[in-house]
């Protein structure tokens, strides 16, 4: 088309100068007419303007995905072939594993021809009622009550940003996190305008709860500050309290009237038991707490990739919940304005099931059995090596991570 038109232009151009008389131009003028250049020759002027990304830094790859990427790139003959950086279950193959009732609901739902259309900001009302009955429990009273709101995130990550915008616009300036905490943690409330502080979490000689200045600290947070706690498989330590400490815990929070924000990524894959895995949420609630909590599904259903997670609180009366339901979806819409529908679909079609719930907890058992086994091997291998130090807490501590101090160096070992 360009080509075409240039052409167009030249004929008209002899022809116009067929008609008129020559002009004689002053010898110091030169004129250069080739319309038929490349068009890169017309934009070489701009060639000398610097580049609006020329200041930007390589930034620093992230220590988890990053250690993933590096190890996908790595052509090397020796390379050992476990990884040990996203925290994901595995087969003994090394594969990711998709749970047999997963692949049966995905299955089902693929039969059904279903549409492709939007959910509500909210997501997938029917995924939400069953998410919350799931972690809140069938007989929770604020439940019933219809005074707990919730809504879809992009699984726990995206629930932690929404929950730390939604804190920030409404006066809190500061989040408390334990330490150690999930890396990721950190950026997202800082991303959200928050202020992180940690509180004492593991003892690093002990290679235990260091639970003493954990409630020590809890003392000396500020009123009315808002405290991250993992449920359950507390990641990356997996040292959990006993339900006497989660009492003590829930008892100093009521005492300085702080905010329980917990962040639930393994219920049901920590322990095997769902039900046990929610224990501590449930108690919360049951004192009294008008916690929020965030809900991950990547982990215990084993869709990663499919993102899908949820937001709840809990208020003092159905209108709050709703008032609050509202802020949410304020800070939902210009992120990611609606959350994805598939994996949605695969929890609701399993948690709307008896028959398939049970068949979840029975494979989520099998998968926290086999955690447990591995745990036992690799401590009872350590021990057999000579090792003078105690290993003890390797079968201890629960989940898919473990951590333990020697030679003043922190060990993740993720179990695959």
């Known amino acids: 088309m360009i080509l075409r038109t240039a052409q167009t232009l030249t004929r008209r151009a002899i022809q116009s100068a067929r008609l008129t008389k020559p002009r004689i131009l002053p010898s110091t003028s030169t004129i250069h007419l080739n319309l038929f250049a490349p068009l890169s020759c017309v934009n070489r002027g701009f060639a000398s303007a610097s580049s ?7 930034a620093p790859p992230d220590p988890i995905i990053g250690l993933t990427e590096a190890y996908l790139k790595d052509d090397s003959p020796d390379k050992v072939c476990v990884n040990v950086g996203v925290g994901a279950y595995r087969c003994d193959q090394g594969m990711p594993f998709v749970l047999p009732v997963v692949r049966e609901a995905e299955n089902e739902i693929n039969l059904e021809e279903l549409d492709h ?6 997501g997938c009302p029917n995924f939400v009622n069953l998410a919350l009955r799931f972690v809140y ?3 929770s009273v604020p439940l019933k009550e219809k005074r707990v709101a919730g809504v879809q995130t992009l699984s726990g990550t995206g629930g932690l940003r929404v929950f730390g915008e939604v804190l920030h616009q409404f006066g809190h300036t500061h989040i408390y996190v334990p330490n150690p905490t999930w890396g990721n943690h950190i950026p997202i409330f800082t991303n959200a305008g928050l202020e992180v502080r940690k509180y004492r979490y593991y003892d690093n000689e002990k290679c235990s709860l260091d639970f003493d200045h954990l409630i020590e600290d809890m003392k000396n947070m500020p009123e009315g500050s808002c405290i991250l706690l993992h449920a359950c498989a507390h990641n990356p330590t997996g040292m959990d309290p006993t339900m006497e400490q989660w009492k003590e815990i829930s008892h100093v929070a009521k005492e300085k009237n702080l905010l329980c924000f917990f962040d639930c990524a393994y219920q049901g894959f920590a322990s095997g038991d769902a039900r046990k895995d929610a224990a501590a949420v449930r108690m919360f609630v049951e004192d ?27 208020a003092d009366s159905p209108e ?8 949410l979806k304020v800070h939902i819409r210009p992120s990611y304005s609606n959350p994805p529908r598939h994996g949605a679909r695969i929890v609701a079609k399993v948690l709307a099931s008896e028959q398939k719930t049970q068949e979840f ?11 447990d086994a591995m745990r036992s091997r690799l401590r009872t291998k350590l021990e057999e090596l000579g090792s003078s130090r105690s290993w003890e807490h390797i079968t201890k501590q629960i989940g ?17």
């Open 117 to 122: 259309e939007y959910s509500g900001i909210a």
């Open 52 to 58: 609006p990304w020329k200041d930007f830094p390589m």
């Open 320 to 327: 709050e919940a709703q008032r609050v339901l509202s802020q």
């Open 361 to 371: 907890v029975e494979q989520c058992m099998g998968m926290a059995k086999r955690i």
């Open 288 to 314: 009294g707490h008008n916690i929020a909590l965030v809900q991950s599904f990547s982990k215990n259903f084993g869709l990663y990739g499919q993102r899908i997670g949820a937001l709840s609180i809990v």
């Open 400 to 416: 898919v991570r473990t951590m333990t101090w020697h030679f003043h160096f922190f060990s993740r070992l993720y179990f695959l």
């Open 137 to 139: 429990g069938e007989d």
